[in-house]
Nanobody
């Protein structure tokens, strides 16, 4: 498994932006699909965005399309999530995850970070 550490969360006003980072260690992420999930209090963990091994293919949940951008730098072993036009409903703990298979459900991902809190105030 690859070890993942998220950073970049914080408190931001509605309409603001944040850039999350996910630094990997232990293995190169170049062979993994990488994704971001989030979990709000009292809710299940949900898919946010995914990027293919080379970065050539990305996929977003409907709520993130046009606002969020996932990217990766395999040379730096790092994945990013740029979040713009943030809304209070984006408030959650954001998790980075790695998978050989890919997909949009948590069961396909076997490496997870500890999460970073994003809070959007209205």
């Amino acid at each position: 498994q690859v070890q993942l550490v998220e950073s970049g969360g914080g408190l931001v006003q509605a309409g603001g932006s944040l850039r999350l980072s996910c630094a990997a260690s232990g293995r190169t992420i170049s062979r993994y699909h990488m994704a971001w999930f989030r979990q709000a209090p009292g809710k299940e963990r949900e898919f946010v965005a995914r990027i293919s091994q080379s970065g050539g293919s990305t996929y977003y949940t409907d709520s993130g399309k046009g606002r969020f951008t996932i990217s990766r730098d395999n040379a730096k072993n790092t994945v990013y999530l740029q979040m713009n036009s943030l809304k209070p409903e984006d408030t959650a703990v954001y998790y980075c995850a790695a998978s050989i298979i890919g997909g949009t459900t948590t069961r396909w991902y076997d490496s997870w970070g500890q999460g970073t809190q994003v809070t959007v105030s209205s």
